[in-house]
């Protein structure tokens, strides 16, 4: 069992940043990829960036490529997402997860998640 926490999430005008954090606790020996997903009232969860195991490869979706960054401090067992240049449709619950699987941008092949905060973009 792996345990994600999430932080930082909040309210924030148009072209301001956020940054945000998930802790991980548990079975942290299984944790290969570590993602970002996002989810906005009324619609599906949708992939946001992930890291592989080491933190030297990265992927982003088309969305926020440019703007967000993924890292991962693996001594702290921690993923951070920093959120530059924000915009109201990036308004929605932020996810982390995690996965067995060296890297993926399917939520299906994340085996944690965290509990979400929420980002609100405001125009």
């Known amino acids: 069992q792996v345990q994600l926490v999430e932080s930082g999430g909040g309210l924030v005008q148009a072209g301001g940043s956020l940054r945000l954090s998930c802790a991980a606790s548990?079975?942290?020996?299984?944790?290969?990829?570590m993602g970002w997903f996002r989810q906005a009232p009324g619609k599906e969860r949708e992939f946001v960036a992930y890291?592989?195991?080491?933190?030297?490869?990265?992927y982003y979706a088309d969305s926020v490529k440019g703007r967000f960054t993924i890292s991962r401090d693996n001594a702290k067992n921690t993923v951070y997402l920093q959120m530059n240049s924000l915009k109201p449709e990036d308004t929605a619950v932020y996810y982390c997860?995690?996965?067995?699987?060296?890297?993926?941008?399917?939520?299906?092949?994340?085996?944690?998640w965290g509990q979400g905060t929420q980002v609100t973009v405001s125009s």
């Open positions: 548990g079975s942290i020996f299984s944790i290969n990829a």
């Open positions: 890291a592989t195991r080491s933190g030297g490869t990265t």
């Open positions: 997860a995690v996965s067995s699987l060296y890297y993926s941008r399917s939520a299906a092949s994340y085996d944690y």
